[in-house]
């Protein structure tokens, strides 16, 4: 019976730190709020099929803005390549708001701090590998 328990206890511990080892610690820094209010939401894409189309991400965020910078660590995301839009949600309705013209009224990002010209980037421009504990920093464009 004592066997049985230690060997128990020894699976437990190898199945829990290897599933620990297959998600690497993703630490997203964004520095340069405009305002102190609203939302900070982070949609991450897996694919460049998915990339960019609504509510085809592979998984969101949203962290309450409380300073003019913000630090988080994302841990459920196992190896793999990323790729992420970031935006300032000022009035908190999970929406980007644009004008008429579909210019963005909040501030938003893109992973690698890729800036769009007149067209949206594409997954490979914004896409980082997520191996091991990565920070990435990605700026606001507002």
């Known amino acids: 019976m004592k066997v049985i328990f230690h060997l128990f206890i020894f699976c437990f511990v190898v199945l829990t730190q290897s599933s620990y080892a297959q998600t690497p610690m993703l630490k997203l820094v964004v520095p340069n709020f405009e305002s102190i209010q609203g939302d ?5 894409f897996n694919s460049e099929k998915s990339f960019l189309k609504e509510h085809e991400e592979y998984r969101i965020y949203r962290f309450k803005i ?3 910078s913000i630090e988080f660590t994302i841990d459920d995301l196992p190896k793999g390549k990323y790729a992420m839009i970031i935006f300032h949600d000022k009035n908190s309705n999970k929406d980007l ?3 008429f013209l579909g210019i963005p009224k909040e501030g938003y990002g893109f992973s690698n701090n ?5 067209s949206a980037p594409d997954f490979q421009d914004c896409s980082i590998a997520l191996d ?4 990435v920093e990605i700026e606001l464009l507002y």
Request: proline content about 5%; aromatic content about 0%; overall charge neutral.
């Open 114 to 118: 890729i800036r769009p010209h007149l």
């Open 97 to 99: 708001d644009r004008s």
């Open 132 to 135: 091991n504990d990565t920070k």
């Open 66 to 68: 409380e300073k003019d």
């Open 40 to 44: 900070l939401q982070v949609s991450v």
